[in-house]
């Protein structure tokens, strides 16, 4: 089975790109990273590609999807038969948001302190 082509916008510290990374992880899918905090210029593409400002965004194949989570990656993923699915636990939560000490931390600018919670 050949790997999909993944392009992820995803924010530096957020729960919901967390979870993406993890079913990449998980996969060991080779994807291309794009940070829309560190690099506006990304936020700004994934914006014009998706059609809306909510992220993270991945993009499969040449297929956007917006406001995405990594559970919905990984449904996406073997639904479209593009990997086959497995029972292994992904490294981090796949399904939540940022917990509201790591919000707290992000709006004091303390992005570098952010552990994310298992």
């Known amino acids: 089975m050949e790997k999909p082509k993944i392009t992820a916008y995803l924010k530096t510290h957020c729960g919901w790109s967390e ?7 998980k996969y060991d899918l080779l994807y291309e990273e794009k ?32 406001d995405i989570s990594g559970e919905e990656v990984e449904h996406y993923l073997v639904t ?3 990997l086959e ?9 796949i399904d939540s948001s940022c917990s509201n000490e790591q919000h707290e ?5 303390q992005v ?6 298992a």
């Open 85 to 93: 699915g497995s029972d292994a636990k992904p490294d981090a939560p």
């Open 112 to 117: 570098g302190s952010i552990k994310f919670m």
């Open 19 to 25: 979870g993406v990374r993890a079913i990449m992880r």
């Open 80 to 82: 479209n038969r593009l």
């Open 35 to 66: 940070d829309i905090i560190a690099n506006p210029a990304f936020r700004w593409e994934m914006e014009q590609k998706s059609g809306q400002p909510l992220s993270p965004c991945v993009e499969i194949n040449g297929v956007m999807i917006p």
């Open 105 to 109: 931390a992000m709006a004091r600018g």
